[in-house]
């Protein structure tokens, strides 16, 4: 059965983000078919208004979903940080919806606390994020979120033009901010296959939150061990493949 890729980003980010990742989705999965969905207050919809809730932010992307869909395909859904919180309340809310999911590097209020959810260190990075603009500000979100040094030139390049083609206000990234800050999964636990990966030296938000969905979920998680937050950034081959490996179980 052929397959249906949907990428969801995360903080601020949006499709063009994800660099040549889609590539080496490609390229386990020839013939698939990729398609990225921006949250509300960026990328393609940076002028709109992002919701204060991940519910609402699922009820407006899901309407891209249904446009993109097709019956006779296979749907998974691969998805890193607040686009793994935006996966976690769309499985709740509609269950049929994906065969198969990939969660990267997320976390889940009630799961794991603030501190570990955006590390103290990370914090305090963020909140120079506004006072800063185009190149200088998308190095200062990158030093952060990627712990390899190949490609840093080429991804900044790509970062600095998204910036200055789609700017996210500093409302809209506030509204994201809150509402991952006020999600929260509940007793709930999802019904379909899962991939969980992490990055053991993730600087933005800690392991011990993925380790924390592998052990309330029952999930094996897959760890790299020198990532960073922006792992298919760093290692989009890695990732790629371990996709890949969820289908040959």
Known sequence: MQK???LFRGLIREAKHWGDFPEHILKEFPGSEIITIDIPGAGVLYKSTSPLSIKGMVELMRQVYLEKVKDDHE?????VSLGGMISAEWMRSYPQDFDSAVLINTS?????????RLMPKALLHVLKVPRLKGRDKEEHILNLVKNHAQNF?????????IESKRPVSVKNALRQIIAAAKFRVGNWKPSIPILLLGSTQDRMVSINCSRKISKEWKLPLYEHP????????????????KI???FEQ
């Open 4 to 6: 249906q890729f949907f």
């Open 75 to 79: 749907q998974i859904l691969v998805a």
């Open 108 to 116: 889940y209020g009630g799961i794991s606390p603030m501190f570990d």
């Open 153 to 161: 030139k080429e991804t900044l390049d790509l970062w600095e033009d």
């Open 226 to 241: 020198t990532g960073g937050h922006d792992l298919t950034s760093d290692d989009p081959e890695w990732v790629a493949k």
């Open 244 to 246: 890949n490996h969820l």
